[in-house]
């Protein structure tokens, strides 16, 4: 088992920055792929960024360039450095987790990450 819990949200004016932290616990050392995910009020639920153990990391266009993801593996924390912030990044973010991809690309359907995070919420006013 793997337990997630998210920190660092709050609002924030158009072109600021914010950093989530995602502190994990429990078998860790089974989650190959980690991930940051958010949804946007009447929205699915959507990647932003994925981080593999062993280095690559995957960005959503939208996110390119102004997201870094980063993850310390020593104090078993993901994190997710935000600047140039925009009022579309508005959404409910969500650390995740998964224990059942071992290799290969982190950017995979959302079903295949079954571990969450309670969420926290980013709000970019204009």
């Known amino acids: 088992q793997v337990q997630l819990v998210e920190s660092g949200g709050g609002s924030v004016q158009a072109g600021g920055s914010l950093r989530l932290a995602c502190s994990a616990s429990?078998?860790?050392?089974?989650?190959?792929?980690m991930g940051w995910f958010r949804q946007a009020p009447g929205k699915e639920r959507e990647i932003v960024a994925t981080?593999?153990?062993?280095?690559?990391?995957n960005y959503a266009h939208a996110v390119k360039g102004r997201f870094t993801i980063s993850k310390d593996y020593t104090k078993n924390t993901l994190s997710l450095q935000m600047d140039s912030l925009n009022p579309e990044d508005t959404a409910t973010y969500y650390c995740a987790a998964s224990s059942t991809v071992v290799a290969g690309t982190c950017l995979r359907p959302l079903r295949d990450y079954n571990y969450w995070g309670q969420g926290t919420q980013v709000t970019v006013s204009s």
């Open positions: 981080v593999a153990s062993d280095g690559p990391t």
């Open positions: 429990g078998t860790t050392a089974l989650t190959y792929c």
